[in-house]
């Protein structure tokens, strides 16, 4: 399973951003997609989740009403769109597959990892 991770870059706080995750329709099906984020000396921490069946969607308490997540119509590429970014939403945002929902210890395969920096 190969996952592409890619859209992260500087913004301003109150701007937005779009992050992508790209991998195989059958991957989709197959796995939940999960995004989480680590920040320099803090552990990684759950931000959002798509459903393999991309009809349900989990998010942190701390991104909800401003981070949304959907799958295009292929089925090959998750968009978390981030709005209203803070500067404590900078970190390293990765995507992953699994069958953990909220628990990055149920998730198999990793993408690299993209980096959102947002300024105040």
């Known amino acids: 399973v190969q996952l592409q991770a890619s859209g992260g870059g500087l913004v301003q706080a109150g701007g937005s951003l779009r992050l992508s995750c790209a991998t195989s329709g059958r991957t989709f099906s197959t796995y939940h997609m999960g995004w989480f984020r680590q920040a320099p000396g803090k552990e990684r921490e759950f931000v959002a989740t798509?459903?393999?069946?991309?009809?349900?969607?989990y998010y942190a308490d701390s991104v909800k009403g401003r981070f949304t997540i959907s799958r295009d119509s292929a089925k090959t590429t998750v968009y978390p769109q981030m709005n209203s970014l803070k500067p404590e939403d900078t970190a390293v945002y990765y995507c992953?597959?699994?069958?953990?929902?909220?628990?990055?210890?149920?998730?198999?395969?990793w993408g690299q990892g993209t980096q959102v920096t947002v300024s105040s």
């Open positions: 798509l459903n393999r069946n991309g009809d349900s969607t």
């Open positions: 992953a597959v699994g069958f953990g929902w909220s628990d990055p210890r149920g998730y198999d395969y």
